[in-house]
């Protein structure tokens, strides 16, 4: 909710590195109501925080990694593009064609990249991490993805939010 002193409230929702909901502690199981929040979920860029903005009212989301997960990747001969690349499953029940140019590891070596038109960033769980880390090649030193003829480095640091 936005108070009068235009100060955006909590929604007393947390997401976890897993992408599991909860609310005030309890596991959010609705999956209408979370993917309700999804289609209404923006990212404050500056700030680095997930905010919901449903018909007009904000609050903002305690989001433990990022809000959404990568499930599964899913190798394909024609993508939306009518190329080969990795279909990416994820936790709001979407699909969407990996953008391979924005692949980093985070701490720990965990994979991201960048979803919905690169306005987010996603993090690859465990399975998901494993069906692209087949296709993954040591180039230089460095590691690469190659599709569709081309090598795409995979960036050692995912860029840091601006805060």
Same mark, same amino acid.
């Given at each position: 909710?936005?108070?009068?002193?235009?100060?955006?409230?909590?929604?007393?929702?947390?997401?976890?590195?897993?992408?599991?909901?909860?609310?005030?502690?309890?596991?959010?199981?609705?999956?209408?109501?979370?993917?309700?929040?999804?289609?209404?979920?923006?990212?404050?860029?500056? $700030?680095?925080?997930?905010?919901?903005?449903?018909?007009?009212?904000?609050? #903002? *989301?305690?989001? +433990?990694?990022?809000?959404? =997960?990568?499930?599964?990747?899913?190798?394909?001969?024609?993508?939306?593009?009518?190329?080969?690349?990795?279909?990416?499953?994820?936790?709001?029940?979407?699909?969407?064609?990996?953008?391979?140019?924005?692949?980093?590891?985070?701490?720990?070596?965990?994979?991201?990249?960048?979803?919905?038109?690169?306005?987010?960033? $996603?993090?690859?769980?465990?399975?998901?991490?494993?069906?692209?880390?087949? #296709? *993954?090649?040591? +180039?230089?030193?460095?590691? =690469?993805?190659?599709?569709?003829?081309?090598?795409?480095?995979?960036?050692?640091?995912?860029?840091?939010?601006?805060?």
């Amino acid at each position: 909710m936005i108070p009068e002193t235009g100060a955006i409230q909590p929604c007393l929702i947390h997401i976890d590195k897993e992408g599991r909901w909860t609310h005030k502690g309890a596991e959010m199981i609705r999956q209408d109501l979370i993917q309700l929040f999804y289609r209404n979920m923006e990212l404050d860029q500056e $700030a680095g925080q997930y905010l919901i903005n449903w018909q007009g009212t904000k609050c #903002y *989301v305690d989001v +433990e990694d990022t809000a959404f =997960v990568v499930t599964r990747a899913v190798l394909e001969e024609k993508t939306g593009n009518g190329k080969p690349g990795f279909v990416l499953h994820l936790n709001d029940g979407t699909t969407e064609t990996l953008l391979p140019e924005t692949l980093c590891t985070g701490d720990h070596h965990v994979l991201y990249c960048r979803i919905k038109n690169k306005t987010f960033p $996603a993090r690859f769980l465990r399975p998901a991490y494993y069906q692209l880390a087949g #296709y *993954v090649e040591e +180039e230089n030193g460095n590691y =690469v993805i190659r599709l569709d003829g081309r090598s795409y480095p995979i960036k050692p640091r995912c860029p840091e939010p601006k805060k």
